[in-house]
């Protein structure tokens, strides 16, 4: 810790896996600890304090917590000052199991007690007392606007923010294990969500991306919806990109189909919309609440509604009972679907979850065939889409500099694709960008204009 200055308590780093919810809750982390006096360290070796923001939703990303602090724990033999936390879903599952496994951990945080970090770090610091955990399972009384708190960093660009309308998940499918590690499902009222994204309009903030496990199940005590929220949001003036993540399908409703339609182009026309299996017979097994047509109907109403519309999806292979058949019927909704982006998974077991009673014939390796095959079938759809991209200008909002090559700009169009790009540009500027290359899984291109003539020229 440095002596100069006495504002500063310490300074912090974080290591964040998983979810859009779980990268938000880090800048939410980073929030609460700049408030506190921390500063962000300027690397991880001369941190005061290390967090390990966790996510179990899969058995490798949690054994994967334990590694990271095998190493960890070699750093703080050479930084005895050094607090080392965990966060996140992994610290709600195992609680005081950390601690026999990783007895140097100072502290264990659950996802719905991130408000408790600073107090924390203070009663460890000035009691010299032992370990702390605290993983309540619901939002204390004394902070009850957790998650919703507007306390927060926004990411490098300034230009866009994360906004989360509702916490938790009231949904029971089989495999997951988010229900018991985050709760079930509360919601943020329609008034302070809108108040909030004012705020972050004036502060030039031009996309809100509202984030929920299940997000289109939002509702307040006033009777608001996502539709609401959205039809209200796209009138606030300053905003011009919004996205919502993520989306239960069997809550895909017509009337927020319609608010979506009505709110075009500034409810960004992509849509991740998680199917799990091709399979209505693996589908039901899941407790999914939908199944295979009802899935493409929803599809396709979007589709009729948002012409140009793309979707992206969750897959996870090798469910138990899964037939070749029912993969197979995956694949085939893939080349019916034609998503854009696929995020898939091979099953993996999750304790305390319903799917674990049933049998499960099919080996590991069995799981990981099905999910190459799956991959390669997937990649030869999206260069065939990608490459529909190439000598288009399309507009971008630029993240920052691509982490793979520090030439590069990089950011996303309305449909969520990502493009990396040469030319002078800046982060949080809106750029045309003139698309010369494709691959499966993004694009890249030049700036047509600069910011300020962009005005004059118009999309093709
Ligand atoms: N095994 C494999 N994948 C899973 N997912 C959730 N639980 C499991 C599990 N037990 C996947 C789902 C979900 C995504 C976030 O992670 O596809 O949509
Ligand atoms: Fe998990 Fe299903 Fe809830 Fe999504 S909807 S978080 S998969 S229980």
Redesign the pocket.
Known sequence: MSAGDPSRVGSYHIHTWG?QMNVHDSEKLAGVLEREGYVPATSEDDADVILLNTCS??EKASEKVFSELGRLRRLKRTNSNMLLGVCGCVAQQEGENIYKRAPYVDLVIGPRAIDSIGPALASIRDGGRGALRVTDTEYRSDSIRFPFDEIRRIGESRAKAFVTIIEGCNHRCT???VPTTRGREVYRPMADVLQEVRVLARKSVVEIEFLGQTVNAYRDSEGNTLAELLTATAAIDGIRRIRFT?SHPAQMTERLMDAMAAAQPTVCAYLHL?V?SGSSRVLRAMRRGYDRETYLAKIEALRSRIPGMLFGT???VGFPGETEDDFLQTITLLDEVQFDTV?S??????PG?RALELDDDLPPAGKHERLQRLQEHQKGIQAARMATWLGRSVEVLVEGRSKRNEERWTGRTVESRVVNFVGDSAPGRLEWVEITETTPFSLAGRVRASDLDRRRLAPI
Not at 345 to 350: D, E, G, K, M, V
């Open positions: 979810c939703i899969r495999y997951c294990i993520t998680p799990q969750d897959i996870i995020y998974f091979a099953y993996s077991p999750r979850t």
